[in-house]
Structures are given as C-alpha cells and as structure tokens.
C-alpha cells in the first residue's frame, strides 16, 4: 500500500484492507509483550487534532502512536472555538510549521481532512469528520468480524440504530461491501436514509431485520447530532429498537453483537445483551488500538509525496 | 541468468552439518533456542531443530521472528511491508538463542533482528545461522554457522526457494542484467 492519507474508506481496496488488517493481526501479539513499544516510527511527529470531544477515539491514537515510538502532541481545540473555514486554515499553517509528519484529526463538519490533506504537507488520519465518515472504526471492526467469521464473503451485517447520524455506519457500509459482505440497515424511519444506498436493505422492523444475520453492528443514539425530534421519547425507541436477548435470538446463534461505544445502556442495547456472551464490544477496543497502530505504520513509507 | 548454486541434497546436507555444530558448539542441546527470521529462516530453523531432535532426542524451542518494525530502512521505503507473526512462545532470557535467516547479506537485518530480541528479553548469547553468506557486510557483524559463503557483486541476486513455499528446495543466483 503506497497510500500517504486515510479519508475515506471508498480510497480502499479489498487487498489494502486484508494488508491493514494482516499487520493489526501482528500488532495485537505485540501488545501482549512485556515491551509493548517498537522503534518502527521513531522520530515522527503526530498531531492528534481533536474539534469535537473524544475519549476513547483519541486514547486509542495516542496509545498507538506512542507504541510506535511516535511524538505525540495533542492540540484539542473546544468544539465551539472554530468553526470558520479561515481559522482552521490559520491553525493548520501553524502545525504545519512545527514540521509534523502527521495529523490525526476529528471534527464536527463532513470534509475538513480533505481540507487538511489539500492545504498541508503531512500524512492526514481521519478520526471522524461530522456524519460522513470514520475509517478506522470501520477496519478495526472489519478485524474483529474477521477475527470471529474467518472471511466476509456472503456475511450478512445488520447495522442497527441512528443511522443517518452515523459516520460509522457509512464507513462500515463502504468497507464491509468491499470486502463482500452484505449490508442491512435497521431503525425508525426516521433514522434510516430516504433511499438505500446502492446494494443495502433496509428494514424498519428489527425483529425482520435481524432475521439470519451473522453480524449485529448497533449504533449509538447521538443526541448531540439531533437537533429536531427523531423518535418519541428514548424509552419508546427502547421499546421498538432497542437491542433486548429476544430480539436477539432472531439472528444467527452464533452472531456477534458489537457497538462503537460509548454505550446507551436501556436505550439501543439492553444491559444483559451488551454484557452477554455474543458481546465483543471489548475485543473492538483492543482492535482499534492495533488497528491504529497498523493504519499509521502502512501510511509512514517515505518518499510518496503527491 | 540463474545459476543454480545450491539443490536439494546440497540443503539437506548443509541443515544436517549446521545442525551438529549448533550442539557441538554449545555442548549440548541443554538451553538452545531457535529462532528463525521471517521469512526463509522460520522454515530453516524447523529443519534444523528436527535434524538436532533426530541426532539428539532431544526438542529445543523454536520461535519466529518478524524484523520489519525495527529495520533501519522504514523511513526510506515507499511501500512498508505486511508485518508477519513473531512468534516466541518460551522465555529467551537466560538462553543461547540462535538467529537463523536464509541469506547474510549487508548484516542489518540481523542488527534490527538482535534489537527485536532483546525486546523479548536478555540471551545468554545470541549466535547467527545462515544458509548463505554472500559478503558486503555494512555493519560488523559476522556467523557462526555458514552454510555456503558465496561471493557476490552487489548488485546479483540470491534467491532461495523452499518446499515449505511449494518449491523444490534450490538456491540460485540472479546475475545482474547488464
């Protein structure tokens, strides 16, 4: 993979994928070790560029970048404090001044690292970009699903809940269908697109929905994003989308409930589902970490400047 | 042009030689460790440790090795390589570990390899196996088991084909196209 920016997962191919998620594979036996650090970045710089509050996005980055020998800089930025277009230009002049090798960025508007990537000289990483998309969620749970299934072809995925808020639908809509799995989306008319995207089904029952999936993906109700009513009250959606052990049982016996955290507990996951056998909410946590570590190491080659 | 520098029998004897002279040098089996460098020298060390099984009855410890995370290089190259498995389930510390690889070439994959190992713990000693030495070293380091030195100009190629990778065990060298 001779890539220098990961913006989209639309710029991944099926083998860049497997190639990512081969090396996270070997990432993960190196933060088994007592030495968890390896010298393979020594000497670079990232960036990590957070405009929206993030926790666990932004510790998963750091931990990554700092098992690779990285220097990590965090420059967190209040979600409100920039919002034009001239002072994010401004800002990133200035990081780009310090002679940084990467940015990792997050922010709340659709575009903003590709904005980056145009007007910078670095390697961009896309943590999120408002409701567009996330790719990294995407491959660390392309690896825990290829952890569990062994391959993609013919899966069928359900990813249920706010779908059209989502970010991590879309990249997970755009990567699982490179891979060859197929994609259902699930939840109130309201949540879902007016239209199915090209080779997705969409289902506004969850019981019909659920039927013979391999993969539950559930999404998390984003109050921050919704500016208007969506549904009721988040007890009705509870009710009528929630994922409760019964619904459950309509998907395969062997499927695997996952979520991008952090979890709604009673709203669209009940707490006996989410701690239950079929969870593998933690086993994503780790991916991502090895996931992350992988993404920066395959972009990190020299010499591909644009 | 290929020249064939190495068949099938001439590896099988070379595995058999090196494989006596690991147990004569460390007088025994007692607390030898193999560990083979991915790729080629993951399916050496295999050979080797079954040969010195046959000759000793006795199993030593076999690990694998992936050195791409500590190579030198990494800044300079366009494409990074996949990251294969390092796979060392024994404790090395204390140990006579012996690093296997197929072709000793400019030594720095065995300077990234050593620094990779003491990342899992602290040897005893570390000594170095190769199939091949084909000369111009860019760093100070030297074998301790040799299976064939060849000389070479530096811009030839080595290339040793496996049965493990569904070859017929061969080495050849790649003469430099003019």
Known sequence: ?306 | MAKELLNRKDIERIISRIAHEIIEKNKGPEGICLVGIQRGGVHLAARIAEKIKTIESASVPVGSLDISLYRDDLSLRKDHPVVRKTDIPFDISGKKVVLIDDVLFTGRSIRAAMDALMDYGRPAVIQLAVLIDRGHRELPIRADYVGKNIPTAKKEKIDVQLQEDGFEDNVQLIKAKE
């Not at chain 1, 968890?36 to 020594?42: G, N, Q, S």
């Not at chain 1, 990483?125 to 491959?139: F, R």
């Not at chain 1, 079929?278 to 991916?287: A, D, F, S």
């Open chain 1, 1 to 306: 993979m001779t890539r220098k920016h990961l913006i989209t997962m639309r710029d991944l191919g099926k083998a860049d994928i497997h190639q990512i998620l081969d090396t996270a594979a070997s990432f993960k036996d190196v933060l088994k070790r007592d030495i968890k650090k390896v010298p393979a970045l020594r000497g670079k710089t990232v960036v990590n560029l957070f405009y929206e509050p993030s926790t666990r996005t932004r510790t998963s980055f750091e931990i990554a970048e700092k098992r690779l020998s990285t220097d990590v800089v965090n420059f967190a930025v209040a979600s409100s404090s920039v919002t034009k277009g001239e002072s994010l230009f401004d800002t990133i002049k200035n990081i780009e001044a310090y002679g940084v090798d990467f940015v990792v960025v997050r922010h709340s508007s659709t575009g903003v690292p590709n904005f980056i990537a145009e007007h910078m000289d670095v390697s961009v990483i896309n943590a999120g970009d408002g409701i567009n998309e996330h790719p990294t969620q995407a491959l660390l749970d392309a690896l825990t699903i290829r952890e569990h299934k062994g391959s993609f072809e013919g899966l069928e995925v359900a990813i249920v809940g706010d779908i059209i808020h989502s970010r991590v639908a879309r990249s997970n809509m755009i990567g699982l269908q490179t891979l060859g799995a197929k994609v259902r989306y699930i939840g109130p008319p309201t949540l879902l697109p007016p239209q199915a995207p090209p080779g997705v089904k969409m289902y506004y029952s969850i019981e019909e929905g659920l039927k013979g999936v391999d993969v539950i993906i559930m999404l998390r109700i984003q109050m921050e994003r919704m500016n208007k009513s969506f549904f009721p009250t988040t007890a009705d959606y509870f009710c009528h989308w929630g994922l409760t052990k019964d619904r459950l049982a309509m998907a395969k016996k062997d499927a695997i409930v996952m979520h991008p955290g952090p979890m709604n507990r009673g709203i669209e996951i009940a707490s006996d589902v989410a701690d239950g056998p079929q969870n593998v909410i933690l086993q994503q946590v780790t991916n991502g970490l090895a996931v992350r570590m992988s993404v920066l190491y395959h972009l990190s080659g020299g010499e591909h400047h644009a």
